[in-house]
């Protein structure tokens, strides 16, 4: 019996089939891993300049800002319907565009009341005066495009601007 299975053993015939399948299955998963990645990046990109694009028109409008039309606005340059998008200014959910009270922005990124024009002092940029301020934030979750339980799979998408406007 051990005359028998000594030529299957020594029997090359159909390895470069075999091998050829368990490359190319790993060799596919990995590149729908790729795509996955890829597509995570670009969806974080689109949403980047999308708030890039409402701060600047925010900023060219600096007198009149549509507050209530900026979450829109995002959306729509974004092409996502579905973008969480929130519009503070100087750190609270109230915006004005008179009566504006102003705010120093400090090195962690929250605000302390101040007087417009003052200087803003210790926790700030040196030789900072106090604006107003519009931050401009926009979250989704990334939805996996081909890997459903992918490894980026509801990652949040979490994309955020503050721009002086006054």
Partial sequence: MSGRRRPVLRDRRGVATIEFALLTTFFFAVMLLALDFGAYFVQRSQI??????ASLSA?????????????????????????????????????????????????TGSFIGATCGAGCGS??????????YLQITATTPYRAMVLPNGVLNGTPITQSITVRVE
């Fill in 123 to 132: 926790g700030s940029t040196a030789g900072a005066t106090a604006g107003y």
């Fill in 48 to 53: 980047g300049s999308a708030v890039s694009a």
């Fill in 59 to 107: 900023f060219g409008a600096r007198t009149s800002i549509p507050f209530t039309d900026l979450p829109g606005y995002v959306q729509r340059a974004a092409r996502m319907p579905g973008l969480q998008v929130s519009v503070r200014c100087n750190g609270s959910m109230r915006c004005a565009n008179s009566a504006r009270s102003c705010a120093c922005l400090t090195r």
